[in-house]
């Protein structure tokens, strides 16, 4: 109870360390991933606060050193997911009773641990655990984590400071309250950050969540609990519960107290849910909020009047940073016959420069995809080019799991615009392109519209401005996150709110006010100061 309102300190964006050659920055990221590497790590599930380490024992290895072990991790059953919704609604009554800014006060401590004594710690797990090389793993692990946390905080507050008008002798207030029940977060393998923020951006709203981190995240997911409970995270808020996706579900989704999903990964897995929650809707005591954000086939458009030079830059950064495993990456790209023997010569030249290896060597921009299922989905891929007459490999191609699952990055020129590898979403380093007639740019806008049922990212690069205004309105709904000569990834909290629409999931544009707005229920408060003492209104009299 305090006698003020309070100002959160203003959210800025985490400065990025460089890791540059001769910077100490990367002497302590050495020795934090050299740390890292020396022992083998135990990692409990954690329900009410309690360290569990039942049933499976299952090895952790980094996807880029298949025969180094990085730790355990415990996989429950069906109990466990029982004990972390039992928890979640135990703690759920103090929890939402905290007032804001000790909610609040947590997180952005969470933000200060991440970016100070945390750092390096963090980095290393990531790059180790996920194959990052350390930007990667620095603007998402580090970076974008800390945004979350410390915008979520602020746009809470903008959020809790939306009032309504009140009318003479009226006092009409809102307030924000938590939904009633416990949320379950679902959280992919590729983002840290992600995984961070499914499930605490619920939980600074006064709400108690159950989080099944993917599998192959479990050992930096593992230090995201670590930091949150260091930064007075009280027991039994988040309970981090490590069991097959499917366990989970069967349970969680007919729970009477189910109150809401926060979702990232495939569409067809968020469909699958949504079907299920669907079918149980007649089970909830209300009806569950649903936050999905899913796959894309992200385009990059060039427009004639495009610089070559820049297109090939933002195409490599934009299709194979961390091997293309970006719901965001750019995989299709639609150049213009006039600039294509330019871009060509220069990515093909470019491309020779890119190393590919394990994280510990810092030379390496590319490193390995996450795991053999990914491996085999993304090789069968490059076989289906390989196979077909209106594709060319013209980079790239190999690929190899005997050490780690690398796979080349690669470059396929399709004469098709709607063949398989320009529709459907690889999520690894493979980029497929059409060159098309300068005078068909018309047609090519609307092929970019229509190939693929997702609308999460997209770019054109041009210098003509009458091109930029008219693709940008005729694209308005092909990508929720539009970009003008730039790549389609690297959305950052607080400038450019992410989330697609179409296939793309729910546009609930994570860490911003719109996020917000799902996990909370708003009650009107009408207070009258002077209640009426007779119920005839004028027009009742008589003439
Ligand atoms: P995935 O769908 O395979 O898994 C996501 C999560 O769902 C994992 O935790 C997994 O264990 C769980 N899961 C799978 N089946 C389940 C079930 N039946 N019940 C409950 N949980 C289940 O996705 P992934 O491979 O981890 O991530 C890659 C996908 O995520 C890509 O499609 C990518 O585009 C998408 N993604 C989207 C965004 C975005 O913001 N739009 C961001 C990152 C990733």
Excluded at 81 to 91: C, F, R
Excluded at 145 to 171: C, H
Excluded at 193 to 221: D, F
Excluded at 255 to 274: E, I, M, R, Y
Aim: with cysteine; proline share 6%; hydrophobic share 40%.
């Amino acid at each position: 109870m305090s006698d003020a309102f309070f100002h959160v300190p203003p959210a800025v964006n985490e400065p990025y360390l460089n890791f540059a050659p001769g910077t100490v920055e990367r002497a302590r990221l050495q020795e934090a991933i050299a740390e890292a590497k020396s022992k083998e790590i135990e990692i409990p599930m954690t329900i009410g606060g309690e360290k569990i380490k039942d049933g499976d024992r299952i090895s952790i290895h980094p996807p880029h050193e298949l025969n180094h072990t990085l730790g355990y991790y415990y996989k429950g059953g069906s109990e466990h997911v029982h004990k972390a919704i039992d928890a979640a609604l135990a703690a759920k009554n103090k929890w939402e009773q905290m007032p804001w800014q000790e909610r609040g006060a947590i997180f952005l401590k969470a933000a200060d641990l991440l970016t100070g004594p945390y750092r390096f710690k963090m980095n290393a797990a990531t790059m180790l655990g996920q194959s990052k090389n350390p930007w990667q793993s620095e603007i998402e692990s580090v970076g974008e984590l800390a945004d979350f946390w410390r915008f979520g905080v602020e746009e809470m507050t903008k959020m809790y400071a939306e009032q309504p008008v009140s009318a003479p002798n009226i006092w009409n207030r809102m307030e924000y309250r938590p939904l009633e029940g416990f949320i379950f977060a679902i959280s992919p393998f590729n983002f840290t950050a992600i995984a961070g923020n499914l499930s605490s951006a619920p939980a600074m709203l006064g709400n108690t969540v159950v989080w099944k981190p993917a599998e192959t995240q479990i050992y930096a997911a593992a230090l995201i609990m670590e930091i949150l409970e260091e930064a007075g995270l009280p027991a039994g808020v988040i309970n981090l519960l490590m069991v097959d996706g499917p366990v989970a579900g069967d349970i969680i989704f007919e729970h009477p107290d189910f109150a809401g999903l926060h979702f990232t990964g495939s569409t067809k897995v968020f469909q699958h849910l949504w079907s299920t929650i669907g079918k149980n809707i007649g089970k909830y005591r209300t009806y569950p909020r649903i936050v999905g954000e899913t796959g894309g086939k992200d385009f990059v458009l060039v427009h004639p009047t495009a610089d070559a030079v820049p297109v090939v830059a933002n195409l490599i950064r934009g299709a194979f940073e961390y091997q293309g495993q970006k719901c965001s990456a750019a995989s299709r790209a639609y150049l213009p016959q006039s600039l294509w023997s330019s871009i060509e010569g220069h990515l093909l030249a470019e491309l020779k420069t890119v190393k590919m290896g394990p994280v510990d060597d810092f030379t390496n921009f590319i490193n390995a995809v996450i795991d053999e299922r990914a491996f085999d989905k993304i090789s069968k891929y490059i076989t289906i080019a390989r196979d077909s007459d209106e594709c060319d490999i013209i980079a790239g191609g190999g690929y190899d799991k005997t050490e780690g699952y690398f796979i080349e990055p690669t470059v396929v020129v399709t004469t098709n615009p709607h063949h398989q590898l320009m529709e459907e979403e690889i999520f690894g380093p493979v980029l497929t392109i059409y060159v098309y007639e300068d005078d068909q740019f018309d047609e090519v806008v609307e092929i970019v519209d229509n190939t693929s049922s997702y609308a999460l990212t997209g770019a054109i690069f041009a210098r003509d401005r009458y091109v930029i205004e008219t693709v940008s309105n005729r694209l308005r709904h092909a990508a929720g996150n539009f970009y003008i000569n730039d790549k389609p990834t690297g959305a950052v909290v607080g400038q450019q709110p992410f989330g697609g629409s179409r296939g793309s999931g729910t546009n609930d544009k994570a860490g911003s006010i719109i996020n917000m707005y799902r996990w909370v229920s708003a009650r009107a408060i009408k207070e009258n100061m002077v209640p009426v003492k007779d119920y005839r209104y004028p027009f009742l009299s008589e003439d």
